[in-house]
């Protein structure tokens, strides 16, 4: 039996699925746990991998999100796979879609904040020293936000306890020219 790997962008009816994903490394301590309300109000972030059998049955295997936190600024939050598939390289597919998005978007700069220091590595991610490449006045806007991913970016103390042990990583895009994806023409009617 084969099965394809798919990515797409996400849909109000994957949250259960992608809840699914993340609860079990919540629970390891390897990502923070979120309300279902805010996997809805994120849904537009996120790109889901799916299974595809030989029979045509789909099962969400992958999950990640690219959150915009500023005009060269975004954060991959949320990359989750199924335990059963790990090693498959569903997610660097995820990974490398997300930074396409964040090419798309102008994006300058991508952040996470991760356990898998090897893994982001592999991905161009290179460990962050400190803040001091943040513009003041930009800092002072994102402090207004009330996104934990901001606040983590910033390496505030309110999100220490979600933070302990995590690294942070960022990712230059600029360093490549790139122009965005075509929009793909629709027949005029």
Known sequence: MTSEIRLRPATTQDVPGIKALVTPLAHAGVLVIKETVAYYEGIQDFLVAEMIDDDGATRLVGCGALHVMWGDLAEIRTLATDSTVRGRGIGGKLVTQLLER??????????????????????????????????????????RSQDEGVAEYLD??????????????????????????????????
């Open 102 to 143: 964040a090419r798309d978007l102008g994006v300058d700069r991508v952040f996470c904040l991760t356990f898998e220091v090897s893994f982001f590595r592999g991905h161009g991610f290179e460990v962050m020293p400190n803040q001091d490449q943040i513009d003041p006045e930009v800092f002072a806007e994102l402090l």
């Open 156 to 189: 505030l103390a309110r999100v220490k306890p979600n933070t302990l042990g995590n690294t942070r990583m960022i990712r230059n895009l600029s360093a490549r020219p790139h122009s965005p994806s075509p929009t793909p023409a629709f027949p005029a009617e």
